[in-house]
C-alpha cells in the first residue's frame, strides 16, 4: 500500500473508532501527508521510515520558525500513525517512540506596573473598617506574595508582629515562614486595632486574622470582588486578581535583583523550576545591567 493509502486508512480508523471531529482529521491528514512529502524527497516512505529520517523532519519543523504547539500537534498525528502501522503489523517497530515534543513555553503571567499596585493599594477608603481590612488585605498579599488562598486561612495566632512574619500553611500544608514588611505590618496594626473589632462586634469569634462585615472569615470570592472594586476605583481598566498580585510581588523582585532561588522560598515553590517563568525579568534585567555598565556595550 502506498503512504497516502496507508494514512487514509488510519484517518478511517480514528473516524469510525475514535469519532474525532472533520476538522481535526483534516489537520491530521494535512500533517501526515507533507510528511509522507518529506520522507519522498529522502527516497524513504512509512514502511521504511528510520528514527533518523523523523529527527531530520522534527529540524525542519523548528527551522521554519513554527510554534511549539503547531509542531507538537504535528508530532502527535505522526506518533499516532506509526503506533497504528505497528499494531497492524504494517510496520515491526515504531521509529517515532523517542521522539521529544518541544516544550511549550508556559504563558508569562499578568502583572501590575509598579505604579497600578501603588494605585491599587492607594485606592481603598482608610476611614471604614471594611477599607482598613481591604488596605491591610492588599498590603499583605503585595508585600508577601502569598496565595490568596493562604491570605484568607491566617488566624491570629499566625501573625508574629514584633518579629515581623506569618506562619503560612500552603499547599500540601506545608508550612513555611513568610516576611511582612513595615509598610503592611503596620496597616495589619491599624486594621487589628481601628476595624476589626468594629466588625466583630455581637459577632461569634473566629481565629480568623481578616473577617467580613458579619465577623466570618473572608473568603477568596469575596476578596476578588473587593480587588476588583479597588481597581475601578484607581483607574486601572484590565482584569486583575489576586493571583496578579502575587505574579507582581515576585516580578518585582525578580526585576530590582532578588535571586530566583529567595524568591522560590517567598513564593513556597516545592520545585524552583516552578519559579522559572520569572526569568524573562531577571534576563532583561541583566540586559539593561550589561548595557549600562559594559565597557564596550556602547554607552559607556
Not at 505590618?185 to 473589632?197: E, T
Not at 482584569?239 to 526585576?255: C, D, M, Q
Request: overall charge positive.
Amino acid at each position: 500500500m502506498s503512504d497516502l493509502g496507508h494514512i487514509g486508512a488510519f484517518l478511517d480508523e480514528l473516524l469510525v473508532e475514535h469519532g474525532l471531529a472533520r476538522n481535526t482529521l483534516e489537520a491530521y491528514r494535512q500533517d501526515l501527508e507533507s510528511l509522507a512529502g518529506f520522507l519522498a524527497a529522502r527516497g524513504q516512505g512509512l514502511e521504511r521510515a528510520e528514527p533518523e529520517d523523523l529527527a531530520c523532519w522534527l529540524e525542519a519543523l523548528h527551522g521554519q520558525g513554527l510554534a511549539a504547539t503547531s509542531v507538537a500537534r504535528k508530532l502527535s498525528a505522526v506518533k499516532r500513525l506509526f503506533r497504528h502501522l505497528v499494531e497492524r503489523a504494517i510496520r515491526p517497530s515504531d521509529p517515532a517512540r523517542l521522539l521529544q515534543a518541544p516544550k511549550r513555553r508556559r504563558p508569562l503571567p499578568k502583572v501590575l506596573s509598579e505604579q497600578e499596585v501603588n494605585d491599587l493599594l492607594a485606592a481603598p477608603d482608610l476611614s471604614t473598617p471594611l477599607g482598613l481590612r481591604d488596605a491591610a488585605m492588599l498590603e499583605t498579599l503585595y508585600a508577601t506574595g502569598m496565595r490568596v488562598s493562604e491570605l484568607v486561612q491566617i488566624g491570629t495566632q499566625d501573625l508574629n508582629s514584633e518579629q515581623g512574619f506569618f506562619r503560612v500553611v500552603g499547599k500540601g500544608d506545608k508550612e513555611r515562614i513568610t516576611l511582612i514588611g513595615t509598610r503592611a505590618l503596620g496597616m495589619i496594626d491599624r486594621y487589628l486595632q481601628l476595624a476589626r473589632p468594629v466588625l466583630m462586634q455581637g459577632c461569634k469569634p473566629t481565629p480568623a486574622l481578616f473577617v467580613t462585615a458579619r465577623g466570618a472569615a473572608m473568603t477568596r470570592q469575596n476578596f476578588w470582588y473587593a480587588i476588583r472594586r479597588h481597581a475601578a476605583l484607581a483607574g486601572i481598566m484590565r482584569e486583575i486578581s489576586p493571583h496578579g498580585l502575587r505574579h507582581s510581588f515576585a516580578t518585582h523582585l525578580v526585576k530590582h535583583g532578588a535571586d530566583l532561588r529567595a524568591v522560590q522560598m517567598l513564593l513556597g515553590h516545592a520545585d524552583v523550576a516552578t519559579t522559572e517563568i520569572y526569568t524573562h525579568v531577571a534576563n532583561d534585567r541583566l540586559k539593561q545591567v550589561h548595557a549600562r555598565f559594559h565597557p564596550r556595550s556602547g554607552h559607556g
